[in-house]
């Protein structure tokens, strides 16, 4: 992988000193529209629907979940998976 390299605890790391940025005010933007905007609640019946073809008690990760709406919803079509939400915002 490049630019990548194991670091002493064998996770993979990036060897570069590249500054990623995510302002914090966009969390607030997309939490003000999520429960209503056909994009968000598409993308989640979508993905749910793709998530149908796994057993129903299987563990998810929703890495650089925001501010949950993903995870949230799918936790509740899925109650008998288990979900757990990365953010390192």
């Known amino acids: 992988m490049k630019n990548f390299q194991k670091d ?3 996770i993979y790391v ?3 000193n590249v500054n990623v940025f995510y302002h914090d005010k966009f969390n607030d933007i997309c939490f ?3 429960d209503s905007n056909f994009w ?3 993308r989640n019946e979508i993905i749910g629907s793709l998530m149908q073809n796994f057993s129903p008690n299987c563990t998810f990760a929703d890495v650089g ?3 949950g709406f ?3 919803y799918l936790s509740r079509k899925f109650p008998d998976s288990k979900f757990f939400m990365i953010e390192p915002g």
Do not use: A, K, M
Request: charged share 10%; net charge negative; no cysteine.
């Open 65 to 67: 979940g925001g501010n």
């Open 32 to 34: 003000g529209v999520e």
């Open 14 to 16: 990036n060897d570069s």
């Open 40 to 42: 968000f609640n598409n």
């Open 8 to 10: 002493q605890n064998g």
């Open 70 to 72: 993903q995870t949230q």
